[in-house]
């Protein structure tokens, strides 16, 4: 038993507006992305046709990469390319919820006995209350310097 959805998971895909223009994943046909192996964003960057992938070890080699102009994009979570791009300016996130028209939405809920039903009611009742009054919002921008992409109902 899960609660409500307090988050859903999208693909970032991070790029120098000064060197490419991306609007939409299939943007990346041609170019050379950078993905942090055994990643969804390794298997998502994939399924596009024409895309060179780089996969690294860890993200943050493949963000060197990008910044030194060895790669065109990442495509890593989208919080992980908000909080990357927050300090480093000149590069933009581009969120995305599919791509090669594969939908690739998770959501995450909070998982408790499947009978204690009373327990699923009272978190779905407190997520909803961080929602209504700003609090959930509020630390996601805090944390992940963007504004949320998705809000608990």
Known sequence: LFSIPYYRADMGIMYNPAKNTITKPEDLVGKTVGVQTGTT????????????????P????ATLDLEN???DAVVNDYPVCTTYASAHTELKVLDT???????LTQVYGIAVRKDDT?????IDAALLKV???GT???LYQK??????PYLPK
């Open 131 to 133: 929602v209504a009054d």
């Open 118 to 122: 009373q327990l699923k009611s009272d």
């Open 69 to 71: 102009g060895k790669i």
């Open 136 to 138: 959930y919002a509020s």
């Open 143 to 148: 944390y992940f310097f963007a504004s949320p």
């Open 97 to 103: 919820t599919s791509m090669a028209g594969q939908d």
């Open 58 to 61: 860890d993200i943050q080699l």
């Open 41 to 56: 964003g390794e298997i998502d960057a994939k399924l596009i046709t024409g895309v060179k992938v780089n996969s690294y």
